[in-house]
Every structure is written in structure tokens, then in C-alpha cells.
């Protein structure tokens, strides 16, 4: 028999809760429903889920908490947030403390349900690739653990969010190939969507301030003028590149 993803849906919000439960459910997913940050952080501990939704304004505990405390477990769980606080500020602070991805509020129904499926999808792809590849890689300095989901710079453990992991991960394992946003978006993020190429720039950035000896004069990531990103397998080995901002950025 089938095992069915379990999704635990922590939303305060009990009419949004029911629509979001009854597309989850219609996609062949489990979902159990929290309505207060106390109980769905039991609910978590528990263990056992291939997915979180998270409202961030909560009763109880809020959603940032939650997110906080699942990123300190053993067990990797992806999340999505969803919250009426639009702000770029509370986005940042979602995809710091470990969120996959964040969807302000109001949203589509579908699309949440798409992020879902694309969120998982890319988790699977993952692991498999870990099963497959095994051992750690070691760039030029560089070292990823994809089992421990660690990473290390010149013996300084680096500390990434999950997403930063995987966008890290997927470069070192194709050292030299030049990515477009968007087929980063499909490989790391699982899902292709207009708009949101400015995701992976703001990514890449971030990833950069923290494995590069200097972000602006970058060494390991590089821009490759109007055509997107590559990964030099040792540091200083530039290529082909264009200026790292402005209207030089892929």
C-alpha cells in the first residue's frame, strides 16, 4: 500500500485551515490541523511529517517559534509559511530561521498546494541524490556533508539555511555548468514560476556573504554575463563572468 505524506497545517485561521485540508486531501496527502502554536508544536515533536504549514501569527507559540524549534531537530522537515505579514522583513526572518519557502497572505489556494507538491518533489530528488552520491564533496576548500546536511569553508562550519544547503549542494555537483535563475528555481526550488527569479539573485547573495573571503569580488559563485550563474571548483579559477550587480546580473 501507497504510504501517504503526512502534512501537519498550523493555522489559527479554521475557513482557510478547511480549504487548504480539503486541496491537501484531494492531492492524496494526510493533513492534520493545529489551530494554536502550543498544540501544533506537540504535533511536531511528535515526529512523522514529510511537510509543515505555518501560519506565523499564532495563539500560543507563534509560527517563528515553531520554525525555530523544528530546525533544531534531528529530523529535517520542510516548511512553508504562510502569513498575512508581507513584510520583506518577515520574509528574511521565515527563510532565516529555516523556512523552504513563504507565501504572504492573501494567496491562491492552488499555488500553495503546487509549492507543496514542488517542496516535496525537490526533497525526494534530494535525498535520492544522497543515497546515490554518498560521500561528501570537497571543492577547493569546500566541504559539503549531504547526509549531515553540513558544510564547511576551509575548516569554518558554515551555517546555512536548509534552502542555502541545497542551492550550495547543487553547485558543487555540477562545478563549471552555467545555471540560468530560472533553471535554478526548477532544480533547487522545484517549481518554475514567473517573478520569482528574484529569489535565487537574493540567495546567491546571501550564499555568497557567507562562503566567499569578499561577497562583491565573488570567487566561488560567479555571474556569467546574461546567461546566470556558474561554480568554480577552485577559487579564482574565473571564466567568462560579468560585473556582479546592476545590469550585469543574469
Known sequence: MEHLKRILLVE?????????????????????????????????????????????????????EICRRARAMTRYTPIIITSARSSEVHRILGLELGADDYLAKPFSVLELVARVKALLRRVEAMARDVRADAGSLELGGLTIDPLA???????KRLDLTPREFDLLYFFARHPGKVF????????????????????????????????????AQPQRILTVWRRGYRFAAEPGAVGPVGPVGGAGEP
Not at 149 to 155: C, I, M, S
Request: aromatic share 6%; net charge negative.
Open 149 to 155: 546536511r553540513e558544510a564547511t569553508v576551509d575548516g
Open 12 to 64: 489559527d485561521d479554521v475557513g482557510i485551515a478547511n480549504v487548504l485540508a480539503m486541496h491537501l486531501r484531494d492531492e492524496r496527502y494526510e493533513v492534520v490541523h493545529s489551530a494554536d502554536g502550543a498544540e501544533g508544536l506537540r504535533l511536531l515533536e511528535q515526529g512523522g511529517w514529510d511537510a509543515l504549514v505555518l501560519d506565523l501569527m499564532l495563539p500560543g507559540v507563534d509560527g517563528l
Open 180 to 215: 540560468s535563475r530560472m533553471d535554478l528555481l526548477n532544480a533547487v526550488w522545484g517549481y518554475q514560476h514567473e517573478g520569482y527569479e528574484h529569489t535565487v539573485n537574493t540567495h546567491i547573495n546571501r550564499l555568497r556573504t557567507k562562503i566567499e573571503a569578499d561577497p
